[in-house]
């Protein structure tokens, strides 16, 4: 027996299933590596000119720049659009110009994006009192 905590979103008020409830580890990894992915092949092919060691520094930077824009204009980069996926500010409206600087700046240092709570929330998205949810 163990304690109940209720499922994931339901201290934040959130439904516990279909749109607007917090988004599954799942789909949020798969939408990060469709978001690398991408940056890599801009970052490869139009920046680097096809230099392998210069792309992988490029790349990071690639993927600050797409975050950050495609987060403070609609909500969602490409590759959580694709999975359905959109981060909004714990009041359920868009992120404000420093949140998503603070949530896209501590994403990059990947440590405070792997360290959850129990709603699943990364260190960056409580940082900047956000949630991912389901669209």
């Given at each position: 027996m163990?304690?109940?905590?209720?499922?994931?979103?339901?201290?934040?008020?959130?439904?516990e299933?279909?749109?607007?409830?917090?988004?599954?580890?799942?789909?949020?990894v798969?939408?990060?590596?469709?978001?690398w992915?991408?940056?890599?092949v801009?970052?490869?092919?139009?920046?680097?000119?096809?230099?392998?060691?210069?792309?992988?520094t490029?790349?990071l930077?690639?993927?600050?720049?797409?975050?950050l824009l495609?987060?403070?204009t609609?909500?969602s980069?490409?590759?959580?659009r694709?999975?359905?996926?959109?981060?909004?500010?714990l009041?359920?409206?868009?992120?404000?110009?420093?949140?998503?600087?603070?949530?896209?700046?501590l994403?990059l240092?990947?440590?405070p994006?792997?360290?959850?709570?129990?709603?699943?929330?990364?260190?960056?998205?409580?940082?900047?009192?956000?949630?991912?949810?389901?669209?």
């Amino acid at each position: 027996m163990g304690v109940e905590f209720g499922y994931r979103g339901q201290r934040l008020g959130l439904p516990e299933q279909g749109p607007g409830s917090i988004a599954t580890i799942g789909r949020r990894v798969v939408a990060i590596f469709i978001d690398w992915f991408l940056c890599l092949v801009i970052a490869y092919g139009l920046i680097a000119h096809r230099d392998a060691a210069k792309s992988n520094t490029w790349t990071l930077v690639v993927f600050g720049v797409v975050s950050l824009l495609t987060l403070a204009t609609v909500g969602s980069t490409p590759g959580k659009r694709i999975m359905g996926l959109r981060v909004v500010r714990l009041d359920g409206g868009r992120l404000g110009p420093l949140a998503v600087v603070i949530r896209t700046v501590l994403l990059l240092l990947v440590l405070p994006a792997v360290i959850w709570d129990r709603d699943t929330r990364g260190l960056h998205d409580k940082a900047a009192k956000s949630v991912q949810v389901r669209i």
